[in-house]
């Protein structure tokens, strides 16, 4: 049995960090996240996996820190809250135009502006659909546990690697702060300087070596020709990523006539909602995306004939509800429910909420 | 003795450095740039550490720095190749890591950048190029820019009440503890540009050394940002730079 | 002993900046009536018998096209 240890959700991002062989960790305290570092401070991995943690002077300089760090091929990570989120959007860019891999995790707080410091999920379409400049994607994953906090940190970087983009885990307030019990994984070494190598020599700033080139890592192209055949490049690799890397969860959705749709803290706190629905014998269920780029469009797509009615809950003022209306396209009413600036609804308020429409 | 018999490979004493590839650089004619280029990959020639420098390029118009030097190059966001230098210095001890950086990227929106990675003295080699404007963006003024010059967003010339004063950067880094040598130094002429290699071999054993921080400025010219022939440029900053932006090391330890 | 030197000039990546026509201690150098494929009156050695291959021009050369040789005589 694997040891289960009890801690706040940011802290097993920390832990996670260092189990699964993390080279860099670059980062600006901002709360609801500050643990994270404040945990790989302490830690000091430095003395045992060789894992470098620093302290930066803005966000904008972690980001950047972590770009210079991917050039290299390492796996190198930040963590923030959502004004300093804003602040990396143009690194994010960067790292996306120049294909890199690495990890942002992002514990929402409520904005906009420097709005709370409590949980909300205000940045969904931030981390979905951009937030710096330019057509990019980023792998993004949001976790519902303190498990899920720690699972998806090797999780995120896997993919990262295998595509050569920016992931980010896309926490709340909520997961970051509660303690649960985590078990740990087993460790993973670090690579050595031949592994990175050996995997990235074809790009990474791992040094010339006499049998190539230097290698350049940029995101500009003047030629428009070249920056068009870049952009399609990339277009396919998201289109790719949406094919093979979805990932999503479902609750007594089976036989569903309504259906939550969910993400983060809301998707458990929806699950309460599904079973006192069911108690009363309504047919209700609920779907989590548990990857938010790429979403479960065929996933929920499939649900749809089933359907009478579907709602979107959020801690926001409606931002995944789109993406669902889409899928829907008109053939189900799609509803939001969603509370804001740092309230989380009850269960039972949720299903209330519904109950209107039903 | 015929020029045939001179021209000969043992009699060779000075010739392209393989360190730099064979692109034609992109600068104007005369621009310090494509010297200073020079320099630095003479000297990670001579030092024999191609294979282990990364550069980092800026924005600006040495942004393409990476097409002229075969070495390893990340290309930063604008102001933030020391951020990109501190990651790929902390992950890659045993690598020469520099950044190459303009006036505007630097000492503008890289402010931060600099002062932090030269205060925590990250092992690295910045390479500053001042010739007090924006060259890449079409001649605007930059932190440096002198009182009075004339460029595209200063056309009465630079006026402190409007404009502010110029930022002498490289005197407030060498106040920083982190920063072990800092010196300015120029190319036009070939004692100056003797001068500026050895410095700028000096900064490139300092980061082996992990002593900290070396800052090389280069005062240099952007002749067509100032509307002078190449020359007449050199002689213009001779007699308008040095005196606001005096040549020497400010630090070496 | 004198020294004997002579420059080769790569006319075609010479951007005729006249840098190192300015920093030739012997008057060697001068930019060509010429111009290369790109326009530029590039640099050749007008008095090559006044050249004593001291690196100079080579030196402040920007775009690194000059070659320098010498030879004892």
Redesign the interface.
Known sequence: MAEKILIKGNEAIAIAAIHCGCDGYFGYPITPQSEVMETLMKEKPWETTGMVVLQAESETSSINMVYGGACCGKKVMTSSSSPGVSLMAEGLSYLAGAELPCLVVNVMRGGPGLGTIQPSQGDYFQATKGGGHGDYRMYVLAPASGQDMYDFVDKAFEVAFKYRIPAMILADGVIGQMMEKVEFRPMKPRRTEEEVKAQCDAWATVGKGAHRGGNTITSLALDPEVQERHNIHLQAKYKEMEENEVLYETYRAEDAEHLIVAFGCMSRICQNTVDEARERGIKMGLIRPITLFPFPKKEIDAFVPQLKTMMSVELNAGQMVEDIRQIANGRVPVYFYGRQGGIIPSPEEVLEAYLKHI | ?D?K????PE???????PV??EN??H?????????VH?LVAEVIEEMGI?????G??PVGCS?FA?NY?????????HG?AP??????K???PD?YVFTYQGDGDLASIGC??I??ACSRGENIVVIFINNAIYGMTGGQMAPTTLLGMVTATTPYGRDPKLNGFPLKITELIAQLEGTCYVTRQS????AS??KAKKAIRKAFENSAMGKGTSFVEIVGTCNSGWKM???KA?KWMEENMFPFYPLGDMKDR | MALKGAIVVDNERCKGCGVCVANCPTNTIALAQEVNGKGYNYAYMANPDSCTGCTNCATVCPDAVITVYRVKI
């Open positions: 003795m020029i018999d001179i021209i000969k009699n060779k004493v000075y010739g392209r450095t730099l590839k034609v650089m600068y104007c004619p005369g621009c310090s740039h494509g010297t020079k191609q294979d282990k420098t990364i980092i390029s942004v990476y030097l075969d070495i390893d190059w990340q290309q930063a966001a933030r951020a990109l230098a501190t990651a790929t902390r992950l890659n690598k931060a950048e002062m932090h190319v036009q002429n070939p540009a003797r022939t190449p020359v050199n």
